[in-house]
């Protein structure tokens, strides 16, 4: 994730390149850097630099890393023909790279020849069945076409032999998300809480996928983790907050007197009641009669 730092750097040597500062190849090198995706102005500013002899010259090897980075760049901006003719400096330069061969594959999935794509991509994993790389890229060429089981299918192939990979295992748990899938999504959101446990946003809707399951134990389960994300944020998760509400309020229903929490489940409810009321006077006045209408049908006091 990019701080707010470095994202004042960027746009402020963005700005700079624009009106005539110099500076396009540190631009080029900080984006890169930051992994970020600003593909017009890579283009723009790439070009500048590999049409100027004196520029490219000056680069040295990384005039070969441009020349990808411009190609990748075109194909987002979908200038198809600066795409291709960077991918031949390079099929000049480096003859049966396989690193060039996933440029002209990822070429061919830009101009929508989606079989000739997805061929080239299987011949390159026969060789290198570790890329990871082109393993994203078909679930990619997979979304783009709309075929949601195709893409379930290639992020977990994917993720079985990259685990660590938070993007995807939480891109595989919004795909399950909207199509109601509630127990795989709970799956990959563990696998996440797990892996980044101090990120409360996990913790959040992970909860939110159990109290959407029911059940007396997912909602307990749910509340525990509503009480995480709370914690997480310094007790300012307003979303959370009325997590717990929620939870306890069902609960209370469940259990019907048989729940041994109840005296600390009424006192949750309270307490987070009585915070979001707080919350909603402060920074929300004019919706803080439709928090209490909404607490009084739910028969939730604070």
Same mark, same amino acid.
Not at 58 to 77: I, N, Q, R, S
Not at 97 to 104: A, H, I, P
Not at 145 to 173: S, T
Not at 275 to 290: I, V, W
């Given at each position: 994730?990019?701080?707010?730092?470095?994202?004042?750097?960027?746009?402020?040597?963005?700005?700079?390149?624009?009106? #005539? %500062? #110099?500076?396009?190849?540190?631009?080029?090198? +900080?984006?890169?850097?930051?992994?970020?995706?600003?593909?017009?102005?890579?283009?723009k500013f790439g070009l500048s630099?590999?049409?100027?002899?004196?520029?490219?010259?000056? +680069?040295?090897?990384?005039?070969? /890393?441009?020349?990808?980075?411009?190609?990748?760049?075109?194909?987002?901006?979908?200038c198809l023909d600066v795409a291709?003719?960077?991918?031949?400096? +390079?099929?000049?330069?480096?003859?049966?790279?396989?690193?060039?061969?996933?440029?002209?594959a990822m070429l061919l999935e830009?101009? %929508?020849?989606?079989?000739?794509?997805?061929?080239?991509?299987?011949?390159?994993?026969?060789?290198?069945?570790?890329?990871?790389?082109?393993?994203? !890229?078909?679930?990619?060429?997979?979304?783009?076409?709309?075929?949601?089981?195709?893409?379930?299918?290639?992020?977990?192939?994917?993720?079985?032999?990259?685990?660590?990979?938070?993007?995807?295992? !939480?891109?595989?748990?919004?795909?399950?998300?909207?199509?109601?899938?509630?127990?795989?999504?709970?799956?990959?959101?563990?696998?996440?809480?797990?892996?980044?446990?101090?990120?409360?946003?996990?913790?959040?809707?992970?909860?939110?996928?159990?109290?959407?399951?029911?059940?007396?134990?997912?909602?307990?389960?749910?509340?525990?983790?509503?009480?995480?994300?709370?914690?997480?944020?310094? %007790?300012?998760?307003?979303?959370?907050?009325? #997590?717990?509400?929620?939870?306890?309020?069902?609960?209370?229903?469940?259990?019907?007197? !048989?729940?041994? *929490?109840?005296?600390?489940?009424? *006192?949750?409810?309270?307490?987070?009641?009585?915070?979001?009321?707080?919350?909603?006077?402060?920074?929300?006045?004019?919706?803080?009669?439709? +928090?209490?209408? /909404?607490?009084?049908?739910?028969?939730?006091?604070?």
């Open positions: 994730m990019v701080s707010k730092t470095e994202e004042e750097q960027v746009n402020r040597l963005e700005s700079q390149v624009e009106n #005539g %500062g #110099g500076g396009a190849w540190d631009y080029l090198c +900080l984006i890169r850097k930051l992994q970020l995706r600003r593909s017009d102005k890579v283009l630099i590999l049409n100027d002899p004196k520029k490219r010259s000056a +680069l040295g090897p990384e005039e070969w /890393t441009l020349y990808e980075e411009v190609a990748v760049a075109a194909m987002d901006c979908q291709k003719e960077s991918t031949k400096v +390079l099929q000049k330069k480096f003859p049966g790279s396989k690193r060039v061969g996933r440029l002209e830009a101009k %929508g020849l989606w079989a000739d794509a997805e061929k080239a991509y299987s011949n390159l994993l026969e060789e290198n069945p570790l890329d990871q790389i082109i393993h994203k !890229r078909k679930a990619a060429m997979a979304k783009a076409q709309g075929n949601i089981p195709l893409v379930i299918e290639c992020l977990n192939k994917y993720l079985e032999i990259f685990m660590a990979d938070h993007d995807a295992w !939480r891109e595989l748990a919004e795909i399950y998300v909207s199509l109601q899938m509630y127990k795989q999504a709970a799956f990959c959101y563990e696998e996440l809480i797990l892996s980044q446990p101090t990120v409360p946003l996990y913790h959040l809707i992970y909860a939110d996928v159990l109290y959407t399951l029911g059940g007396l134990e997912n909602i307990q389960t749910a509340k525990k983790y509503y009480a995480s994300a709370i914690d997480l944020t310094g %007790g300012k998760n307003s979303r959370a907050l009325f #997590g717990i509400c929620l939870c306890t309020a069902a609960i209370g229903q469940l259990a019907k007197g !048989r729940n041994k *929490e109840d005296k600390e489940n009424s *006192e949750l409810q309270s307490l987070s009641a009585m915070a979001l009321e707080k919350d909603y006077k402060q920074g929300n006045p004019s919706k803080h009669t439709l +928090l209490t209408a /909404t607490f009084k049908n739910l028969k939730i006091s604070s």
